[in-house]
């Protein structure tokens, strides 16, 4: 987040990304957003004139890419080590918040559309979800993993770390985060010792 006293546009897309990982989209409105970012309403919608969705969509995107990049780097050095990166970086997102937040992806992609449409956030949010399997599923073929194997293992990875996130915040632990990382890093490494 941006240290700036004026209030930056990745200021309150970062601001709104936090306040959606901790309490959810429908139960955050736009201006509790502002103010949890810091930021004035009306700068709020001079960034995002339309509103909620908009912000919501932009937060999810950058939760994403945020998650991306560490994975990326993370990924040069094999899967094993882009596992523990993104067990990693969860782990500490939630004992940070004393297991108040969670994924903003997860909270988004989990709300139930109120007008019968698919909204911009929940788009964003399967973009992102599938941007993060084919980071996984390519590093898994590069080092030998079967192709479907690898989508597979992938998909398996995203799904078990983020129901895992959500296990811990309910349950005030990193035990299932634990219990999932032994287990993850066990397929991983199988599938790659082929």
Same mark, same amino acid.
């Given at each position: 987040?941006?240290?700036?006293?004026?209030?930056?546009?990745?200021?309150?897309?970062?601001?709104?990304?936090?306040?959606?990982s901790?309490r959810?989209?429908?139960?955050?409105?736009?201006?509790?957003?502002?103010?949890?970012?810091?930021?004035?309403?009306?700068?709020?919608?001079?960034?995002?004139p339309?509103?909620?969705?908009?912000?919501?969509?932009?937060?999810?995107?950058?939760?994403?890419?945020?998650?991306?990049?560490? /994975?990326r780097?993370?990924?040069?050095? +094999?899967? @094993? &080590?882009?596992? *523990? %990166?993104?067990?990693?970086l969860?782990r500490?997102?939630?004992v940070d918040?004393?297991?108040?937040a969670?994924?903003?992806?997860?909270?988004?992609a989990?709300?139930?559309?109120?007008?019968?449409?698919?909204?911009?956030?929940?788009?964003?949010?399967?973009?992102?979800?599938?941007?993060?399997?084919?980071?996984?599923?390519?590093?898994?073929?590069?080092?030998?993993?079967?192709?479907?194997?690898?989508?597979?293992?992938?998909? /398996?990875?995203?799904?078990?770390?983020? +129901?895992? @996130? &959500?296990?811990? *915040? %309910?349950?005030?632990?990193?035990?299932?985060l634990?219990r999932?990382?032994?287990?993850?890093?066990?397929?991983?490494?199988?599938?790659?010792?082929?």
């Amino acid at each position: 987040m941006t240290k700036s006293s004026t209030p930056s546009r990745e200021r309150i897309v970062a601001g709104a990304a936090d306040m959606i990982s901790r309490r959810g989209l429908s139960a955050t409105s736009i201006r509790e957003m502002a103010k949890h970012a810091k930021a004035p309403l009306g700068s709020t919608y001079h960034y995002f004139p339309e509103g909620k969705q908009q912000l919501a969509t932009e937060a999810v995107r950058y939760t994403g890419e945020w998650v991306a990049r560490s /994975l990326r780097k993370e990924l040069e050095a +094999g899967p @094993v &080590a882009g596992l *523990r %990166a993104f067990l990693d970086l969860w782990r500490k997102i939630v004992v940070d918040s004393d297991f108040h937040a969670g994924c903003p992806v997860l909270a988004v992609a989990i709300e139930e559309p109120q007008d019968g449409e698919i909204p911009p956030a929940l788009t964003a949010a399967a973009e992102v979800f599938e941007q993060w399997e084919t980071l996984l599923a390519d590093s898994l073929r590069a080092y030998g993993a079967e192709p479907e194997q690898a989508a597979q293992l992938a998909t /398996l990875t995203v799904a078990a770390v983020e +129901g895992t @996130v &959500a296990m811990c *915040r %309910a349950q005030r632990s990193t035990q299932p985060l634990d219990r999932t990382a032994g287990q993850l890093q066990a397929l991983i490494a199988a599938a790659i010792a082929k």
